[in-house]
C-alpha cells in the first residue's frame, strides 16, 4: 500500500469533515444529499462512458486506480548495477554468456532486451523494437491518466448543472421566502460534490499516475541504453559512467559511495 497516497485521500476527506461538523457534529448531514450526488457523480460517470470505447474499458479505467494505491520501486541505481554486472559478463566471456546470465533477471523488459542481443540482433533493430515498447507502455499510461483527467474535468460541469437545476427550482418557488434558503443551500451542494470529485479523486489520482509513468519510462530509457553499450562492447566503466547520467546528483554520489564500498567489501 502507497502509504503517501493514502493518507494525503483519506487526511483531506478528514480534515474536510472535521471543519464541517467542529462547531455542530449534526451539521454533516446539511452535506448529504442523494439526488445531487446523483446529478454530479452520476452524470461525470455517463459523460466520460459516452467518450469510452465501451464498458469494459471504463470498468478497466476505473480500476487503475489501484494503480496509485500500490507502492512503486522503480530503482534507477539497482538497473545499473545490474546493467554493469552483466557488462562484466559480457566482456569476460561474450555475449552468449548473457543467455544463462539472464535466467535471473526478473524485469521482462531487460531480459528481452538481453535476449535480443544474444541472439545477434541488429542494434538498430533492438533499439527500434525496446523503444516501440515503451511507446505503447507510454501510450496506455496515458490513457489511463487522461480517464481520471476527463472525469476530474466533468465533475465541477456537472456541479454546476445540478446547481442551475437547483436555483430553476428555487426561483419557481419565490413566494415562500422562508423555502428561499433551504433551496439554495441544496442548489450549491452539487457545485461543493464536483469540486470534491476532481480535487480530492481524480486530479491526484492522474496526478500519480503520470508521476509512476514518468519514473517507469525513465528506468526503461536506462535499460535500453544499458542493452546496447552491453552489445556494443563497451567498457564496463564507461557504461557505469553514461548510466549515472540519468542519476540526480545526489542519487550520482550515493551510487559511487555504494560502489565503492562494495568493492572494498569484496577486497
Not at 499510461?141 to 446547481?163: C, E, R, V, Y
Amino acid at each position: 500500500m502507497d502509504i503517501a497516497t493514502l493518507i494525503g485521500l483519506v487526511g483531506a476527506m478528514g480534515l474536510m469533515a472535521y471543519s464541517i461538523m467542529m462547531d455542530d457534529p449534526a451539521a454533516i448531514n446539511g452535506f448529504i444529499h442523494v439526488p445531487s450526488a446523483m446529478i454530479t457523480f452520476g452524470g461525470a460517470l455517463m459523460c466520460t462512458l459516452a467518450a469510452e470505447k465501451d464498458i469494459k474499458s471504463l470498468v478497466e479505467d476505473l480500476k487503475s486506480i489501484q494503480k496509485v494505491l500500490k507502492p512503486v520501486n522503480f530503482n534507477q541505481a539497482e538497473t545499473i548495477k545490474n546493467i554493469i554486472n552483466l557488462s562484466n559478463v559480457a566482456r569476460k566471456d561474450g555475449l552468449l554468456a548473457l543467455e544463462e546470465a539472464s535466467a535471473g533477471i526478473d524485469d521482462p523488459f531487460l531480459k528481452k532486451g538481453i535476449l535480443l542481443i544474444v541472439d545477434g540482433t541488429d542494434p538498430e533493430l533492438v533499439r527500434s523494437i525496446l523503444e516501440t515498447e515503451i511507446s505503447c507502455i507510454e501510450d496506455r499510461h496515458k490513457a489511463k491518466a487522461a480517464f481520471w483527467d476527463n472525469l476530474g474535468l466533468s465533475g465541477p460541469a456537472w456541479g454546476m448543472i445540478g446547481t442551475l437545476i437547483g436555483l430553476i427550482n428555487m426561483l419557481k418557488n419565490l413566494s415562500d421566502p422562508s423555502s428561499i434558503g433551504p433551496s439554495m443551500s441544496v442548489a450549491l451542494i452539487t457545485t461543493f460534490y464536483g469540486s470534491i470529485l476532481a480535487n480530492w479523486l481524480c486530479t491526484p489520482v492522474a496526478s500519480k499516475l503520470k508521476a509512476n509513468s514518468a519514473e517507469e519510462i525513465a528506468l526503461k530509457t536506462v535499460q535500453v541504453e544499458g542493452i546496447l553499450s552491453i552489445q556494443a562492447g563497451e567498457n564496463p566503466r564507461v557504461i557505469e559512467e553514461k548510466l549515472k547520467s540519468f542519476l540526480t546528483p545526489a542519487d550520482r554520489e550515493q551510487f559511487s559511495e555504494n560502489a565503492e564500498g562494495g568493492e572494498g567489501g569484496e577486497k
